[in-house]
């Protein structure tokens, strides 16, 4: 009960905080940022490789204003990945496909066409984020509540599209659903507190994965909740998060614990603009026998003269690839985890930077593997390249918690 009545308030919040745009335009400051890729994904593998022409992207919009309490903003946000991603995808021989998104190696996570998704990565959804929150300043302490019809609770680091460290790399981390797969979700309330250096967050949300129909909001819910601690100080971040995800995966109907930890940096680098980050996240699934799984991320995007751009990112990931399929409620099951490092390498040479038409810029990316024994009859020899255009503003906003 007291779920459904706390799902229905904030919600009614949204709604009015939504509505109350329609105030004077001059109340309100706004601001906007997007990201687009549209290139080449080439997936080389032992067996089945895969080449497609896609675009990865989204599109946000914000809006504050104050009154005599404290202040209120607006978000939106939406991605055209429904269209095109995983739309024109051919198999290795010349045999279009279609994967249910972009192809990956080794990317897990969600579901197309009632089977777990393997070595592809999902489009997301075109309502990636529509809330409200309000802030209340105090001398020493701020208060803060957000309600979202959709939105990504207080779980993990920032959401890696818009991460600075990974802003210019078009390809999702393998580490993607062990860190912040949670940031588009179905109903989402949170409260928090920040004095000083240091914030605390907790939020209830939906546990569950978007479903298949990328188009549609689906109806939120209050089953699952996190906490987070924060701390920036000048260009350092760091936040350690917790969360308990009721049954995230139908194909996997069981509640999952996530626990993640993160250290970000984003300034200057002998003159140069310069943004990692360091992340750990840990899944530990009910039911199955050996249900943790560790990953571990680094990433960077170092600002290089003559407007070029460098970037990376190593991972290091256990995940289920072999045994990767339907397990019934409550069947005692052990995982078949697999060991992949992956490393990518690209660059971006910004072509044009326009205060008003934003940066167009080229570039391409490879990623080479080492993998666990059990897998490597499979996908020996892997290796994955990206070739692409990339536009962004000029000037982008910057998304911390």
């Not at 109350?20 to 890729?37: I, K």
């Not at 914000?62 to 309490?69: Q, T």
């Not at 409550?330 to 205060?355: C, E, R």
């Amino acid at each position: 009960m007291f779920r459904r009545r706390a799902a229905r308030i904030g919600f009614v919040f949204v709604c009015l905080s939504l509505a109350s745009t329609a105030a004077p335009a001059q109340d309100w400051t706004w601001s906007a940022d997007a990201n687009a890729f549209v290139g080449v994904n080439d997936q080389q593998r032992l067996f089945a490789g895969f080449e497609s022409f896609e675009s990865q992207n989204w599109f946000m919009l914000a809006g504050s204003r104050d009154d005599n309490v404290g202040q209120l903003t607006v978000n939106a946000m939406a991605s055209l990945e429904p269209l095109t991603v995983g739309r024109l995808v051919w198999i290795e021989g010349g045999q279009r496909v279609d994967p249910g998104g972009s192809p990956q190696l080794f990317q897990t996570g969600e579901s197309y066409q009632r089977i777990p998704l393997s070595n592809v990565q999902h489009p997301h959804d075109l309502i990636m984020s529509l809330g409200a929150s309000y802030r209340i300043e105090e001398p020493t302490i701020a208060y803060t509540f957000a309600a979202s019809v959709v939105g990504s609770p207080a779980l993990g680091p920032t959401a890696f599209m818009h991460r600075e460290s990974a802003r210019d790399n078009p390809q999702a981390p393998l580490s993607h659903h062990w860190l912040d797969s949670t940031h588009v979700s179905y109903g989402v309330l949170t409260g928090g507190v920040a004095a000083g250096e240091f914030t605390i967050e907790a939020s209830t949300f939906r546990g569950e994965e978007p479903d298949e129909n990328r188009y549609n909001i689906e109806r939120p819910k209050l089953d699952s909740y996190a906490a987070r601690l924060g701390w920036r100080r000048g260009g350092w971040d760091a936040q350690v998060s917790a969360g308990h995800l009721h049954q995230p995966e139908w194909f996997e109907p069981y509640d999952e614990t996530r626990i993640t930890a993160s250290l970000g940096y984003e300034g200057r680098v002998a003159a140069r603009p310069f943004a990692a980050m360091l992340a750990w996240g840990e899944n530990r699934d009910a039911v199955v026998t050996n249900g943790v799984s560790d990953n571990f991320l680094l990433e960077w995007d170092l600002g290089l003269p003559r407007r070029f751009t460098t970037y990376g990112r190593a991972e290091v990931v256990e995940k289920e690839l072999l045994g990767l399929g339907y397990h019934p409620l409550g069947f005692q099951h052990p995982h078949v985890y697999s060991h992949i490092d992956a490393l990518t390498v690209g660059t971006v040479w910004d072509l044009v930077t326009d205060a008003r038409y934003g940066r167009f810029g080229i570039g391409g990316d490879v990623t080479v593997y080492h993998l666990s024994p059990d897998i490597v009859p499979y996908w020996d020899g892997s290796r994955s390249f990206h070739a692409f255009l990339r536009w962004r503003p000029a000037a982008s906003g910057h998304h911390h918690h």
